[in-house]
């Protein structure tokens, strides 16, 4: 029963397991191993499958296992639960391992590769045949003089623009991205149908290119971006992980850039001064709307 319930099959214990999805055979798996206390634990990509709150349970079992003493082996291109688990990574590349040590540092360095200094990106092979959108190139500029430029101060300016082609009239497709932070965090997804002039406006064969900024509040540090292709309800047809990376420098930043959270915005606050009138009573001295 417990296996059950942690897998979330319970409802279909009656079913052959054969008729399971592929999702629900890897969390039906996983429930079964982790529950058998093994000495060594191993698991390969169990996150990628199942909604949120299965995910989290799958964390905390691990997390549980290494507490106990014993070994959690985990196989993973999910580098933020990478780093919440383990203290230890090794990166494999081309069946080869790469890179062997601390955690923080290999998954730096594995997501630096290859983007690293990259203000320019081209697909080495065609794109668009399902959506009839071919992306040509992504490049990040700095958007006042258009040169290229992978630096950003903190609260400056640094522009996307991807550049692709329409061999089909389409009104429902449009490139997006992706911003991660260095230890594999999405951020946020960013479409150019957000323009809403443009959200299901027919876009007829041609090129055309899409600009957009990156948000100020961004914490100084490292950050990648994918680009992609998606329809109007986020079926992906293309996407390329990685391909631009930039970096957010503290300079001009007023306040410690260690603050908790991965966004670092300055809000605007309201403070207004009271002044005691009788014990227990207060009066405040302005006010909003003057």
């Known amino acids: 029963d417990e296996i059950a319930s942690f897998s979330g099959v319970e ?12 999702g629900m055979k890897v969390r039906l798996a996983f429930a079964v191993a982790a529950h058998l206390e093994p000495e060594i634990l191993i698991v390969d990509e169990v996150l990628a499958v199942g909604d949120a709150a299965f995910q989290q349970k799958c964390i905390a079992k691990m997390e549980n296992v290494g507490k106990d003493g014993r070994t ?45 200094g990259h203000a320019l990106w081209r697909p080495d092979t065609p794109t668009g045949e399902r959506s009839g959108i071919r992306i ?42 992706a911003l991660r932070d260095s230890q594999g965090d999405v951020l946020y997804v960013s479409r150019d149908t957000d323009n809403l002039r ?14 957009t900024l990156f ?15 998606a329809d109007g309800i986020g079926k992906r047809f293309d996407r390329y992980e990685d391909v631009l990376a930039f970096d957010v420098s503290s300079a001009g930043c007023p306040v410690n850039p260690s603050r908790r959270g991965l966004l670092l915005p300055l809000l605007d606050w309201e403070v207004t ?18």
């Open 11 to 22: 409802k279909f214990l009656d079913t052959p397991v054969k008729r399971y999805s592929s």
């Open 72 to 116: 959690v082996l985990f196989v993973s291109h999910n580098m933020g639960a990478v780093t919440q688990l383990c203290d230890r990574a090794i990166w494999l590349k081309g069946g080869r391992i790469r890179m062997d040590g601390d955690v923080h540092e290999v998954v730096n360095a594995y997501l630096n590769d290859g983007a690293s």
């Open 136 to 177: 040509l190139e992504a490049r990040l500029s700095d958007p006042t003089t258009d040169e290229a430029a992978t630096m950003m101060t903190y609260g400056g300016s640094l522009q996307l623009e991807i550049r692709y082609e329409l061999s089909r009239a389409t009104k429902n497709a449009s490139v997006f991205y």
């Open 198 to 211: 443009w959200k299901g406006r027919e876009r007829v064969p041609g090129t055309y290119v899409s600009r």
């Open 215 to 229: 948000p100020e509040f961004l914490k100084p540090g490292r950050y990648l971006v994918t680009v992609g292709v």
């Open 273 to 290: 001064p009271m002044v005691e009138t009788k014990p227990g009573e207060a009066a405040l001295i302005g006010g909003m709307g003057g």
